[in-house]
């Protein structure tokens, strides 16, 4: 029982409501116990009085003293009050049961202008209170009218005033509450109810239902809601990738695998017999399962870059050197393809990362750029101080990228030409992936632009080495 969050609320604001009738409730009965049944009828003697001199007030503001004297004992008479006359100046004229009554204790020029016509208390020289009503007669004189509060005790009080209260109060209260209970079940359902949609899209994310949720109810519920849309998203994002890599990796193992498979049948079941029949066979066996390899060594270079477990070298690197050597590596393969390549480095000074690694992303990218050049056009290698840190742009004249591939480019398996033919030149579409992932962990960035038609240019931006200089591996986690 109260185990879910609505009747929880539920429960929480039927308690605060019968809380809140039952000082209501407190308050009322201490308000009737101050105020039984004869005080409501002093209260009432106080006003006609008031009324009568109101309306008398042109007779009596032409009285003498005496004169007033006797209006003032026939009004103590006719009402059962205690009249008193007062100056403008505070100074008791008349006081009609001087005699009888103690004197009250009153401050007549600041209370009685500023409680004129409003029933109040007040003490008396030997405690007693009583209520009393300031009446103005004329610029010259006021009245107080005054009665002693009934001493009443609480249980008289409010026997005497049952009729008035007790039944008021019953139904009044039962209204509330009445009320105040439909108010929380719909209050309980306002914040509860945004909650136990997110937990039905939860068990619908679960199940594969991605869709997204309206944000409902208060503002941090919304916030919650949205929240969850971005994991949903993220999940969703990370599933579908986890599906593409699959996918990927199935398609890519599944060429050479059937190369592999249909040339070793070949072999055994003698339909390759010459010897050039029996080296092509061999050759394209040993070139698929190089192929397989590689692509083998780049999917666990990725899964320990992605695990952040890949021991990066942290040494000075010279880049000028490192660039200069790439490019002197690869200027066979520029030859042969007849594509001009160009280095132009500055001085450059040293950064701290894994020099074999860095290599292998600069390698990678000069060798995409002469592999999409065509013949007669030319690959530059760029290098140069920028903004604080080192930037090498890697820039070609090939066939570009179109742009509805250039921000894909750097996704695991994808390939803008996919029609391209295999080989042992083909790759599987991870070598940008890796080098993304290297470049992240040293603190750089990798970023490509590119028009079809004329050229691309991929600009890798590395930091300098700092005193502090952290690990790379922590840095990326970081």
């Known amino acids: 029982m109260f185990t879910s969050l609505r009747s929880r609320l539920l429960l929480t604001y039927t308690i605060v409501i019968g809380v809140a009738l039952c000082v209501v409730a407190a308050v009322a009965l201490v308000y009737f116990a101050r105020n039984p049944a004869q005080t409501v009828q002093a209260r009432q003697r106080l006003k006609s009085a008031a009324d009568a001199i109101e309306q008398r007030a042109e007779s009596l503001k032409d009285l003498s003293e005496p004169g007033l004297e006797t209006a003032v004992a026939r009004l103590d008479e006719t009402f059962d009050l205690r009249v008193l006359l007062y100056q403008r100046d505070g100074e008791l004229i008349i006081d009609s049961r001087q005699e009888t009554e ?10 009685l202008i500023r409680l004129a016509s409003v029933i109040t208390s007040v ?4 405690g007693d209170e009583w209520l009393h009503l300031a009446q103005s007669l004329s610029s010259e004189y006021w009245f107080v009218l005054a009665t002693p509060r009934p001493n009443v005790s609480i249980l008289v009080a409010l026997r005497s005033r049952a009729d008035d209260i007790a039944r008021p109060l019953q139904q009044g209260g039962l209204v509330a509450l009445f009320v105040s209970l ?10 509860a109810g945004p909650l136990q949609r997110i937990a039905q899209a939860a068990r619908s994310v679960a199940s594969g239902d991605y869709r997204p949720l309206k944000p409902e109810g208060p503002d941090e ?11 949903a998203e993220q999940v969703h994002t990370s599933q579908q990738s986890q599906r593409d890599f699959i996918a990927n990796v199935s398609h890519e193992l ?3 695998l059937t190369s592999i498979q249909g040339f070793a049948q070949a072999i055994l079941d003698g339909t390759a017999q010459s010897p050039d029949e029996l080296s092509s066979a061999a050759d394209v066996i040993y070139n698929e399962a190089g192929r397989m390899h590689r692509l083998v060594l780049d999917l666990l270079d990725l899964a320990r870059l992605d695990a952040g477990t890949v021991e990066f070298v942290r040494a000075p690197v010279d880049i000028s050197a490192m660039l200069e050597s790439v490019v002197a590596k690869l200027t066979p393969q520029a030859t042969q393809a007849e594509v001009a390549l160009t280095a132009r480095v500055d001085s450059l000074p040293g950064v701290i990362g894994d020099g074999d690694r860095l290599a292998q992303v600069f390698t990678n990218l000069v060798d995409n750029a002469i592999k999409h050049t065509p013949a007669g056009g030319d690959v530059r290698v760029v290098a140069q101080l920028v903004d604080g840190g080192i930037e090498i742009s890697v820039i070609d004249t090939g066939e570009g990228i179109p742009p509805e591939d250039l921000g894909r480019i750097f996704e695991r398996f994808y390939q803008v030409d996919k029609s391209r033919p295999g080989g042992r030149r083909r790759g599987a579409g991870l070598g940008l992936a890796i080098a993304n992932e290297i470049i992240l962990a040293h603190g750089g960035g990798l970023s490509a632009k590119s028009r079809p038609g004329q050229g691309s240019v991929f600009v890798v931006k590395l930091p300098l080495a700092l005193p502090d200089d952290t690990t790379l591996a922590e840095r990326r986690r970081m």
Do not use: G, Y
């Open 102 to 111: 103690p004197a009250l204790q009153l401050r007549p020029t600041q209370r």
């Open 123 to 126: 003490d008396d020289a030997e």
């Open 182 to 191: 439909i108010l929380a079940v719909l209050m309980a359902r306002w914040v």
């Open 221 to 231: 519920v919304k916030s919650l809601a949205r929240t969850f849309n971005e994991m």
């Open 254 to 256: 599944r060429t050479p």
